[in-house]
């Protein structure tokens, strides 16, 4: 056997480890962009808050406003809309993106790791999502952002095991960033800018530079 | 320069039985098709290198049905993880070996 021989044969044993366990076709772009739509929906749930001064006033206990309640209502209707249209945003982006850098090397993107990957990210997302729905229906829309970033930063953790080690940073940091949102709940839309925005930015941009270029 | 060409697993002379040990150490188990589609080989060849590693008894074979369609997967031994650890320390020496 020649030295060369030899090379060749320990690289594409590490190449074949790495590659059965963990998918490496997501995109850095995709976390950048994800993190612009979260920024643009945070500005405009801003300017929606702003013309509804009076959504968020609290009544004292066992009074009822009609006009609070329904302000309210419109306002939660929109943030709602906002979330939904972001989220949208950035999994179909995700997903493009994954397929081109799959494509790029010759990868199919639906296999194994990401069957593992989307597995893993989905318990913890869909408890959260529960949890929220939940308090939606005790109209405790307190710590709705709080939960967001709590059950994302843990389906970050988990999913770091099946793609990229960094995301466990990512995680962490956007678990602490929830559970300090929820002893400061009036921070909300800004724990989300950043949670979703500034993070996704800073993180793909790492990412991109890492493994993309 | 003494080469440890006797410490060199001959199960592991070829790359795809190489390959197909080094998936199995880090995946708890794994499925026919997945491995097919990773390492990019014919059915034909996958499944004899297959036998050859089963009859070494470095894989176990677990065969189920998942709905109506077989599947199969495939787990490393004790003693296949053992040899394959061998074999790369092995392989690490040689090039040590080499480059002093």
């Known amino acids: 056997m020649k030295e060369e021989e030899l090379h060749n044969e320990l690289a594409s044993i590490r190449n ?8 490496i076709s997501l995109s850095g772009l995709s976390g950048i962009l994800a993190g612009v739509y979260a920024l643009i929906g945070a500005t405009v749930a801003w300017f929606v808050i ?7 006033v609290h009544t004292p206990p066992g009074t ?32 493009i993106l994954s397929i081109r850098k799959a494509k790029q ?24 999502f529960a949890v929220i729905i939940m308090l939606f229906f005790k109209s405790d829309l307190t710590y709705t952002v709080s939960t967001m970033l709590v059950f994302y930063g843990l389906a970050l953790f988990n999913a770091s095991n099946f793609t990229y080690t960094d995301v466990k940073y990512l995680g ?8 300090a949102t929820a002893f400061f709940p009036e921070y909300s839309l800004w724990a989300w800018a950043i949670g979703f925005g500034v993070l996704h930015i800073i993180y793909g941009s790492i990412m991109y530079l890492k493994y993309d270029r | ?5 006797e410490k060199l697993d001959k199960a592991f002379e070829n790359r795809v039985r190489l390959q197909i040990m080094s998936v199995l150490v880090v995946n708890d188990r ?22 050859g590693l089963e009859k070494e008894e470095y894989i176990l074979v677990n065969k189920s049905f998942l709905g109506r369609k077989p599947n199969t997967n495939y787990v490393a031994t004790a003693k296949g993880k ?19």
């Open chain 1, 105 to 128: 090397k010759g990868e199919s993107v639906w296999n194994k790791t990401s069957r593992l990957l989307l597995l893993n990210v989905a318990v913890p997302l869909l408890t959260g």
């Open chain 2, 82 to 100: 053992q040899a394959f650890k061998q074999h790369l320390d092995a392989l690490e020496q040689f090039i040590k070996s080499t480059k002093s």
């Open chain 2, 30 to 51: 794994y499925d026919f098709n997945s491995l097919k589609e990773l390492l990019a080989v014919t059915d034909g060849n996958l499944a004899s290198h297959l036998k």
């Open chain 1, 64 to 95: 009822f406003d009609f006009e609070i309640f329904f302000n309210l209502i419109s306002v939660v209707e929109y943030l709602i809309m906002i979330a939904i249209a972001v989220l949208l945003a950035s999994i179909i982006t995700g997903v």
């Open chain 2, 1 to 5: 320069m003494k080469i440890p060409f």
């Open chain 1, 16 to 23: 074949i480890m790495e590659r059965s366990s963990k998918f």
């Open chain 1, 172 to 179: 962490i940091i956007d678990i602490l960033l929830g559970l």
């Open chain 1, 50 to 56: 702003k013309d509804h001064p009076t959504a968020f």
